[in-house]
């Protein structure tokens, strides 16, 4: 079992930057394959971006590629997204997620965080 605790999330002007966070509690952490996706309003949750445990590979949709980096920190347990030159349009609830290797579907998830930009 993993819980996840998303943070970091706020309201930012265009063009500015934002880091979230997402704690995780439970076994192996280090083990599972991470990502961020996010919900806007009226809209279907969508990928965000995603990083590998073994090789640290990472994957990002289109519409944040080059503006957003994830990472993870297996020693304190924690997965990030660095978030620059935001754009109204990334206004969304964020959620991080986490999914066994084995598994095509993501098994955990957290609660969300708000991410709002102000044009």
């Known amino acids: 079992q993993v819980q996840l605790v998303e943070s970091g999330g706020g309201l930012v002007q265009t063009g500015g930057s934002l880091r979230l966070s997402c704690a995780a509690s439970?076994?192996?952490?280090?083990?599972?394959?991470m990502g961020w996706f996010r919900q806007a309003p009226g809209k279907e949750r969508e990928f965000v971006a995603s990083?590998?445990?073994?090789?640290?590979?990472?994957y990002y949709a289109d519409s944040v590629k080059g503006r957003f980096t994830i990472s993870r920190d297996n020693a304190k347990n924690t997965l990030y997204l660095q978030m620059s030159s935001l754009k109204p349009e990334d206004t969304a609830v964020y959620y991080c997620?986490?999914?066994?290797?084995?598994?095509?579907?993501?098994?955990?998830w957290g609660q969300g965080t708000q991410v709002t930009v102000s044009s």
């Open positions: 439970g076994r192996a952490f280090g083990t599972y394959n």
């Open positions: 997620a986490a999914r066994r290797p084995i598994n095509t579907q993501y098994d955990y």
């Open positions: 990083i590998l445990w073994k090789t640290e590979t990472t």
